[in-house]
């Protein structure tokens, strides 16, 4: 039997993943930076607390709300975004996850610097699910999300993503509608980014606003880029790196944002393009083995 | 009723004019040459007729319909492909794929078509008849970044074929590559004129100016100083004056 530590750090992480793989659609492909995503996972996570606690909605109603509320939020914040690029769309993005933190931090209604309690773990079959079982759940749900992004991968909206990714302007002159696949990037990521919000109230229990901010967007993006930007199971990998550091160890938890940082300056510096990226130490080395092959260098 | 009818078309960029009353009309089948020196306008007239810019004033007809107010990408699928000045391929994507990100335009206007899968027999035989067109054959399956600028050039193009066009704009083909390079491209573009697409094309050198066009508009400081074939167009005083200055 696993112990209840070990499961608490499991859900932990396939939440963590599912946060790096939605940043990964608006990031890695659709090549929009986001340096707020930790709002959506926040919108997500109020969404299904509110509608939980106050409205008293089921799990199996307030989590899907969860995400369409961060979707239909992501598409309202997706629109100021698609005036500005590179530099300026990662400040627009981090001015809103300030933005964000504040309302939940300074209006009453969301429960203010306390934030939201007595959130529960779903019911089914008249009980309340247990551990294990929700940890499946989650992981089965994060399978269907991926089972759906290799679809969307070897679609034209994939191709859309990544022809915008490589050159906006280029991309409109072969007929690629930038604004709505920008749009749709936007709506996608912060639709499953809010998901996961859904999952991590009902399983914290209790929420409060200093667990969407600034520096929660930057765990996200780091697991990203660690793992290795626009490949599929880059994120994921990233996120269980990132996410199993800081329990390992107590000081790492301590420096977790220090420890992050250097790591992220020394993926910049040896493999930009992250542990999974195509042109990475991994894969080549992974290659190799499969085939037997030599690696160029 | 002409392929391309383009009437008083200004542009001005916080209030420098690049581009003032221009007109002139394209036909099908037929490659009209624009010159003139740097600055001229040439290239802001290409991003006005693709939708990268609104014009400040002027009319734009294309097949019998106003293209002033459409965005970039209901241009192109009307029929409107183009290259551009400093090649821009998509680097990270292989041969294959760039043709391929041309040829969705079919599909992207709805979402539901879109979200199928892109890479269908059919679908493939058409970008490898493109990329066999255009000579990219051996590179089919390597990516933008590691061509030589001249077969980038004829990714470009191949791209813009993709779309299906009426009409092409070349954003100067020949520029920055060798003589036979530029022959093989020249080539390229007169097969595509056999079809009866109609061609824009942008170009420094003369020669292959004077070779291709049999009707040349020249441009300069924004306004239209000359329109003619390439023998009217050498002996044009004005045009004369624009390239080499004044005679003091």
Redesign the interface.
Known sequence: MISGYLLTILITIVIYAMLAHSLNIITGHAGQISLGHASFFGIGAYTSAMLYTEAGFPFWISVPMAAVAAGIVGAFLGIPCLRVRDDFLAITTMGINFVVEAIFLYLPFFGGAMGIGGINLPRWFGREMTKPEYFILILVVFGLLLVLDR??G???????W??IR??E?????????????KV?AFILGSAIAGLAGGFYAHFLTFIMPQNFGFGQSIVILSMVVFGGIGSRWGPIVGAIILGVLPEVSRPIMEYRILIYGILLLGMMRFQPGGLLGPESILPRILRRSVYGLRGPG | MSLLEVRALSKEFGGLRALEGVSFAAEEGEILGIIGPNGAGKTTLFNLISGVYAPSSGEMIFQGESILRLKPHQISRLGIGRTFQIVRPFQNLDVETNVLVALGHRYYPSLWKSSAPYRQPGILEEVHALIERSGLRPYTNQLAKNLPLGFKKRLEIARALALGPRLLLLDEPSAGLRFEESTQLMELIRQVLEQGIGVLLIEHNMQVVMDLCKRIVVLDHGSKIAEGSPEEIRSNPLVIQAYLGKET
């Open positions: 679809r969307m070897r679609s034209w909206i994939g191709l859309a990544a022809s490589e050159d302007q280029a991309a409109g002159a072969m007929g690629v509608d930038v604004v709505r696949f749709l």
